[in-house]
């Protein structure tokens, strides 16, 4: 940002300095010449007043003033012969159009003046005074400079002024910045500094009231999901110790018991998982798929075999392990294989795969088409049409991880498919 305010205030000056310079610098060049002329001609009709009326007809010479810085006087009888001074011999331009009466002027090595002597209305001379241009160039270029110089400084004023204005800048954007990242990071507590600047105050105003709204909000969240933990968890204590008192005096096997023992086991986990999620407290380290699959059999098998469907999970070569929360992965596959048990058909396969990168998981089944593919991550509320909270709470927790969950394939035998960076990336 500095860099980019200094170029574009120094550009800005030095294209105003160079836009007011170049025209002055070119008016001033013709003043000097102008002025350099006027003294010339200034000079010539000082020296008219030497010339004797009856010039023309006697030719008697006339004291010419004494030439200084390099001036040069010559006099010139009407038909352009020099009579006196330092000149052309013969009359050039200059003098030729000062005989017909008019004040002449020329620039070439030297500039020159002419000035015709009249009397009784007649041109009886003429008056040649030139001056070395050396000097006016040299007084052009010096001034020249001295507005260069002063371009310069103007110019290095600006770059001052720039410089320091992108430092004020600077800072408090950095801050600013750094306050949405605290904020981005869950630190609700970050707050942006007021730095004076009205535009940047007003933003930092809407940031701190923003990070305020949220650190509220999540305060209820969390003590809500406290709250809904404890109370959920007191009622499923009761149920599993009545279960465990039931399993103890039933006589007989209790496969019917020990599996309410299971289903109780596994709510308990799914509140603790949710629970951590809510709060953003689960550990994102990388996590090996075999044991992940391990837990996912034991979970899952027994339920699908109850409805006379059996699971696979299969391994496609060498799978990288994935790095996502063992929270979050174990309730978006819990989402994915409870939809294909209620909604799906036939063997329920999960196979894991590693595809570009990333570490994917398809869950697919036997069952039809999938009705609504577009509305299938939809979460219905209301009238808003939708497939319930499952799907919708499992991509969210995917792109949560950094993960993607899609239908990759709309069916007959439908697939899910879940990706996750792998621990490489």
């Known amino acids: 940002m500095t860099r980019r305010i200094l170029v574009a205030i120094v550009s800005v000056t030095?294209?105003?300095?160079?836009?007011?310079?170049?025209?002055?610098?070119?008016?001033?060049?013709?003043?000097?010449?102008?002025?350099?002329?006027?003294?010339?001609?200034?000079?010539?009709?000082?020296?008219?007043?030497?010339?004797?009326?009856?010039?023309?007809?006697?030719?008697?010479?006339?004291?010419?003033?004494?030439?200084?810085?390099?001036?040069?006087?010559?006099?010139?009888?009407?038909?352009?012969?020099?009579?006196?001074?330092?000149?052309?011999?013969?009359?050039?331009?200059?003098?030729?159009?000062?005989?017909?009466?008019?004040?002449?002027?020329?620039?070439?090595?030297?500039?020159?003046?002419?000035?015709?002597?009249?009397?009784?209305?007649?041109?009886?001379?003429?008056?040649?005074?030139?001056?070395?241009?050396?000097?006016?160039?040299?007084?052009?270029?010096?001034?020249?400079?001295?507005?260069?110089?002063?371009?310069?400084?103007?110019?290095?004023?600006?770059?001052?002024?720039?410089?320091?204005?992108?430092?004020?800048?600077?800072?408090?954007?950095?801050?600013?910045?750094?306050?949405?990242?605290e904020l981005g990071d869950g630190d609700f507590a970050a707050r942006a500094a007021r730095s004076g600047i009205t535009e940047l105050d007003q933003a930092a105003d809407a940031l701190n009231s923003t990070a305020s709204r949220l650190g509220a909000l999540m305060e209820r969240e969390r003590a809500f999901s406290a709250d809904a933990s404890h109370q959920l968890r007191t009622p499923l204590t009761g149920l599993r110790l009545n279960l465990e008192e039931l399993r103890r005096s039933l006589p007989g096997p209790e496969d019917h018991v020990d599996?309410?023992?299971?289903?109780?086991?596994?709510?308990?986990?799914?509140?603790?998982?949710?629970?951590?999620?809510?709060?953003?407290?689960?550990?994102?380290?990388?996590?090996?798929?075999?044991?992940?699959?391990?837990?996912?059999?034991?979970?899952?098998?027994?339920?699908?075999?109850?409805?006379?469907?059996?699971?696979?999970?299969?391994?496609?070569?060498?799978?990288?392990p994935a790095r996502v929360s063992a929270?979050?992965?174990?309730?978006?596959?819990?989402?994915?294989?409870?939809?294909?048990l209620e909604h799906g058909a036939g063997t329920v396969t999960v196979t894991v795969r590693e595809v570009a990168g990333a570490v994917a998981i398809d869950v697919s089944d036997e069952g039809t088409d999938v009705v609504d593919a577009d509305q299938v991550f939809v979460r219905r509320s209301g009238d808003r049409p939708g497939h319930g909270i499952g799907l919708a709470l499992a991509r969210t927790l995917a792109e949560a991880e950094g993960g993607r969950l899609l239908l990759r394939d709309h069916g007959p035998g439908p697939t899910f498919t879940v990706l996750f960076p792998t621990a490489a990336i």
Request: aromatic share 4%; no cysteine.
């Open 327 to 340: 929270a979050a992965l174990r309730q978006i596959l819990g989402v994915l294989l409870s939809n294909a």
């Open 14 to 181: 030095a294209l105003s300095v160079a836009a007011f310079a170049i025209p002055l610098a070119s008016i001033i060049a013709r003043l000097y010449q102008e002025e350099a002329v006027v003294r010339l001609q200034r000079e010539a009709t000082a020296a008219t007043i030497e010339v004797p009326a009856n010039f023309r007809t006697s030719h008697d010479g006339a004291e010419l003033p004494p030439g200084r810085h390099g001036d040069r006087y010559a006099l010139y009888l009407p038909n352009g012969i020099r009579t006196s001074g330092r000149g052309p011999a013969r009359a050039d331009e200059v003098v030729r159009k000062a005989a017909t009466g008019t004040v002449a002027q020329a620039r070439s090595e030297r500039l020159v003046a002419a000035v015709p002597v009249f009397s009784r209305e007649d041109v009886i001379a003429v008056v040649r005074v030139s001056s070395p241009i050396g000097p006016l160039q040299r007084r052009i270029r010096t001034t020249w400079a001295a507005m260069a110089v002063l371009g310069a400084a103007i110019v290095a004023a600006a770059a001052a002024l720039a410089l320091a204005l992108a430092r004020r800048l600077q800072a408090p954007i950095a801050e600013l910045v750094a306050a949405a990242a």
């Open 259 to 320: 599996r309410a023992l299971l289903d109780v086991d596994r709510l308990e986990r799914t509140i603790s998982d949710l629970v951590a999620l809510a709060r953003d407290q689960p550990s994102r380290d990388p996590i090996d798929l075999a044991s992940a699959f391990d837990e996912l059999d034991a979970s899952w098998a027994p339920r699908l075999a109850a409805d006379g469907r059996p699971l696979v999970l299969h391994r496609m070569g060498e799978v990288p």
